[in-house]
């Protein structure tokens, strides 16, 4: 469920406030939410996942990305990627991909190198495809 782009960052598909143990278990110490609340119908609230997350002894960010990423999405990504620490990071959307390109470009603007960036996304599955000319 939990694809590992690089050794401090995980990106998933939507997530119940059930899987915050084993988020844990994995070594994950900030929770992501890259989706605005209702973006699908029975999608799990926002507030609903913070809960359980700070319930699970995890710190918890919602940036919710939609309609394109804009400067503050990256900005607070990056931000929160930082603020990870000594942990890891599990970002998710409703698939990944939205997560794995946010954290893409975040990382870009660390000065990670374009090929490595691509060769973590696309071990994970996804392609930075949408975001190439921002890296």
Same mark, same amino acid.
């Given at each position: 469920?939990?694809? #590992?782009?690089?050794? !401090?960052?995980? /990106? ?5 406030? *059930?899987?915050? $143990?084993?988020?844990? =278990? ?5 929770? /992501? ?9 029975? #999608? ?10 700070? *319930? ?6 919602? /940036?919710?990305i ?9 900005? #607070? ?6 603020? %990870?620490?000594?942990? !890891?990071?599990? $970002? ?9 390109? %946010?954290? $893409?470009v *975040? =990382?870009?603007?660390?000065?990670? *190198? ?5 060769r ?16």
């Open positions: 469920m939990f694809r #590992q782009l690089d050794e !401090k960052t995980m /990106v998933s598909g939507q997530i119940a406030p *059930a899987d915050m $143990a084993e988020a844990q =278990r994995l070594g994950v110490t900030l929770i /992501v939410n890259n989706r605005p609340d209702n973006e699908d119908p029975g #999608q799990p609230l926002s507030a609903d996942l913070e809960e359980a997350a700070r *319930a699970a002894g995890l710190e918890y960010r919602h /940036v919710p939609a309609r394109g990423m804009g400067p503050t999405d990256v900005e #607070q990504m990056r931000e929160a990627i930082h603020s %990870a620490g000594e942990g !890891k990071l599990l $970002a998710f959307c409703r698939s990944g991909n939205r997560s794995t390109l %946010a954290w $893409a *975040a =990382r870009s603007e660390d000065g990670v *190198a374009r090929d490595e960036l691509e973590c996304a696309e071990g994970a599955g996804f392609s930075l495809a949408p975001v190439s000319h921002l890296l």
